[in-house]
DNA sequence: CTAAGATTCAAACGATCGTTTGAATCCTGG
DNA sequence: CCAGGATTCAAACGATCGTTTGAATCTTAG
């Protein structure tokens, strides 16, 4: 039966080199921008290998999020579980919840050699991709986690009114969205070069005094804040 | 030659009506995704008016970033001149640089029959926009604004680091962006629906909260931060 | 009115897109 | 070893893309 173990490595080579190369690509040159020719090139595989092996371009799409995503939003909450099990009963700090937040998408970016930096950006992206399809696959891939976090954070602020709990969260994820999607647009707020490559630590302190700041902050004129029928 | 003083209102109806047309379709389906057909037959055009109109598909989209986006960061420059006359020699406070660099994109999402809403969600996709062209195009009808409110800021912070406030802004920018852009994405955080459209006002008041807050933090730990110039 | 430039029109261009096909080749269980 | 499913391959499919063309139509100055 196993005499042979090396069938395990040919078994779905063609099908990890598609991926890697439509991580890179769709980052590039974006999904509609990506002609199938191109990506099998790059592949280094036959043009068919795509349809044949996905189904279609718009499978492979989805298996490329797929790929990435389910483990990193089960890690992320693998580390929120890590987190309020130390806390014991107790809510953890809303600092200790960011950081454990920002944690998964951090760690990619400094796979730099590998393809975690491309996916990440390519992440960003998508959040704001025409396509509903798309929207609506990250939407679903992210839900559980963002539930497991919402509630976190509910019980980490238990004076923010939950409509305004929903809005930070929105602002916090849109600004870690946009820094890891958006990286050489830095340099068009200053002069600025991208300068050495990221600093994954030093944009974790960065980005958590930003988040926690202003995810704490006592809504303004919570009063009339809360009227709005 | 081309002296002649027409008649004003046909002269341009068709380049408008172009335009209209490309912002609402970039913004549902995206620039690679809206095809010339697909545009001049919303616009009620001839396939060729394009191209005769404006030379390209490129420079169409060229277009439809400049009508708005130059008028929209003078008002957004002539907003801090305002801010920095009323203040006498004194830095604004922060809050208010904030919501100066706010009310111009706020105040299109109030122009909701009109194409300014559409166009801002436009916006926040084209910031992590493939094309390196409209990046840099983006990049360049910001510039002068960006270095303003830079300046601005500085003056209002001057204990924040550069780099700091760089990233800062980096992330307002990012905050802001994303807010915007992915309006229909916030329900996917919550089981929130978006119900009601959009309150401006309400809007500023927590993204200017939220930011503040973030922009104000002392930064942690800065004697590592500052590290090396 | 007439001539000429500006604009619109239907039609077609060549290129490229995602996908499909059927034969050739590889791999593996028996 | 051989049979048969899995995979790869070159080639082609029909569709759609952005753009171009040249004649028809509109607009306006003289």
Redesign the pocket.
Known sequence: ????L???K??????TRILDAAEELFMQHG??????????SKA?????????????????IEAVFRRRLDPMNAERIAELDRLEKSAAGTAPAPERIIRAFLRASLAMIEDAKGGGRNFIRLLGRAYTEPSKPIRALIGQLYGPAMERYKSAFQRALPELAHEELIWRMHFMFGTLAYTLAATDTVQLIAGCKPEDRYDAKLLEERLTAFLEAGLRVPAKAQSTVKKAA
């Open positions: 039966m196993n005499l042979h090396r069938t395990l040919p078994q779905h080579e063609t099908r999904f509609e921008g990506t002609s199938m020719r191109l990506l099998t280094g595989v036959n043009l068919a290998a795509v349809n044949y092996h996905f189904g279609s371009k718009d499978a492979l």
